[in-house]
C-alpha cells in the first residue's frame, strides 16, 4: 500500500507534540492590528491547542 502524502497547506500551519497533540496559531494577529487594543494583540500571541474534533481531521492530513 503506497504512502500517503503530508497536506502540504496543514504542514506549515500545524504542529503535533510529543504527547500527539495538535497545536495552531491563533487567528487575527496578521493585519488591522492598528484598531486593536494592545490587551488583544497580547492575548492573540502564541499556540493553542487544537479542539479535540478538527485534530481527528488535522492528523489524518499530516498523515499521522
Request: charged fraction near 35%.
Amino acid at each position: 500500500m503506497p504512502k500517503n502524502k503530508t497536506h502540504s497547506g496543514a504542514s506549515k500551519r500545524f504542529k503535533i507534540t510529543g504527547s500527539g497533540k495538535v497545536l495552531r496559531e491563533r487567528a487575527g494577529k496578521r493585519h488591522l492590528l492598528e484598531h486593536k487594543s494592545s490587551r488583544v494583540t497580547r492575548r492573540l500571541t502564541g499556540t493553542v491547542e487544537l479542539a479535540p474534533g478538527d485534530a481527528k481531521k488535522i492528523k489524518k492530513l499530516l498523515g499521522k
